[in-house]
């Protein structure tokens, strides 16, 4: 067992509470306030010249979200942590700050909708050479590496086809190469996968997922070394994407029952694809877990679990999506996932939505294909949903 795995529950529990103050809160208190006040102008001026802890304002530092941030490190094994408003602006805050006009990143086709679009829309604007890789082309991705880049940016698995990617190989060929290493670790997260363990230097999330995993708070975190994690927070306490205290608060609460949630959501989404897969009326069932994924042997080397993300197509065209996914009634039609209710949509109208239906087509990604997010339902209740769905086609 990797070091780092060793009491997660009881660290998720725990690892908020920064200083003891008497008589103190057992929960961490949300602080509303947006301005700290100091009696002693010394005190202040230490403060601000970062020469002692404390808060001044909460566009740059709160008490409830250094919580957050600390908590984060601790689970992740990293040095430090910075939070955003939204993984998105995680993304594009931590882009934007290792990023200079004539720098080349390297990254794959299959990276998050919004996220490619910084990569074919935003960075290329600014000078910045984005090169997307076939994701599982691990060939060409060191290949280009080699020719020298800044970052080598990761996402696996991925979204909605569910690739591996293996973040031990690429990272160890990016270093020679001299380049940073990013992994977008939103659908393993940490219980399922240890980027840093496996090379990576930097790893981030859209803590709107799994991390809240209620769908009631977006945030976005960044892992990795202080010296790298301080300058994205010095970009994001100037450019002023930051996390709400109560955003913070319930991405907190959430993270006390990660593994809990996690453990049912892999075990929920394993027996769910393993009985899609058998399924007649299904054509192909994408997930990590099953036998036949084309890296199947990757994540069984690099995850502890294969997560709670699936998708699956269907033998049929989008006419079938439309009619199965509302006849089901233990899964919201919706986008997003990771949360305890089981979502499900199909990428066209969910995390591709960024996208036009070119390069959607482009991506491999079917027409009659839907994303599930399982639950943490009765899984029984889940397949007997899906049975009578499907039955209805
Ligand atoms: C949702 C998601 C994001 C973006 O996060 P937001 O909180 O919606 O801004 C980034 N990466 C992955 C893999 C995601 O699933």
Same mark, same amino acid.
């Given at each position: 067992m990797a070091d780092n795995k060793r009491n997660f529950s009881t660290r998720a529990l725990w690892a908020d509470h920064l200083s003891p103050v008497a008589g103190s809160d057992i929960a961490v208190p949300i602080h509303h306030s947006v301005t700290f006040e100091y009696h002693d102008m010394d005190e202040w001026f230490d403060v601000a010249l970062k020469r002692k802890a404390g808060h001044i304002y909460s566009r740059n530092t709160n008490p409830t979200v250094r919580s957050l941030e600390v908590t984060m490190s601790s689970l992740e094994g990293s040095e430090d942590a910075v939070s955003f408003s939204t993984g998105m602006a995680a993304i594009s805050n931590t882009l934007h700050t290792l990023l200079e006009p004539g720098d080349r990143v390297v990254t794959i086709k299959d990276t998050y909708g919004g996220t490619s679009k910084i990569f074919l829309e935003f960075l290329p604007r600014m000078k910045v050479d984005c090169c997307l890789c076939e994701t599982l082309d691990f060939d060409t991705i060191e290949e280009e590496v080699r020719k020298g880049c800044k970052l080598l940016y990761l996402e696996t698995p991925?979204?909605? !086809? !569910?690739k591996v990617m293996d973040i031990e190989r690429l990272a160890r060929v990016a270093h020679e190469a001299g380049a940073l290493v990013l992994v977008d670790n939103t659908f393993a997260t940490m219980i399922n996968q240890l980027p840093l363990e496996l090379g990576a230097d930097l790893v981030l999330y859209?803590?709107?997922?799994? !991390?809240?995993?209620?769908?009631?708070a977006m945030g976005g975190i960044l892992c990795g070394p202080e010296e790298l994690v301080d300058r994205v927070y010095h970009y994001r306490e100037i450019n002023g994407a930051t996390l709400h205290a109560n955003s913070a608060y319930l991405i907190l609460r959430g993270l006390k029952t990660l593994e809990l949630r996690i453990q049912r959501h892999n075990e929920n989404a394993q027996r769910i694809a393993e009985f899609l897969d058998d399924h007649h009326k299904v054509d192909k069932v994408y997930y990590p877990g099953l036998p036949h994924h084309t890296h199947h042997d990757i994540a069984r080397r690099q995850m502890d679990g294969y997560g709670g993300m699936l998708s699956f197509s269907l033998h049929g065209d989008f006419q079938d999506v439309k009619k199965l996914v509302p006849n089901l009634t233990h899964a919201h039609a919706a986008a997003s996932l990771g949360s305890v209710t089981t979502l499900i949509g199909p990428p066209a109208v969910?995390?591709?939505?960024? !996208?036009?239906a070119e390069e959607r087509r482009a991506l491999g990604i079917p027409e009659s294909l839907i994303r599930y997010s399982a639950g943490v339902e009765n899984l029984d209740d889940l397949i007997e949903d899906l049975k009578l769905g499907l039955a209805s086609l």
């Open positions: 991925t979204n909605p !086809l !569910l859209s803590a709107t997922k799994y !991390l809240n995993g209620h769908s009631d969910t995390s591709h939505v960024e !996208l036009t």
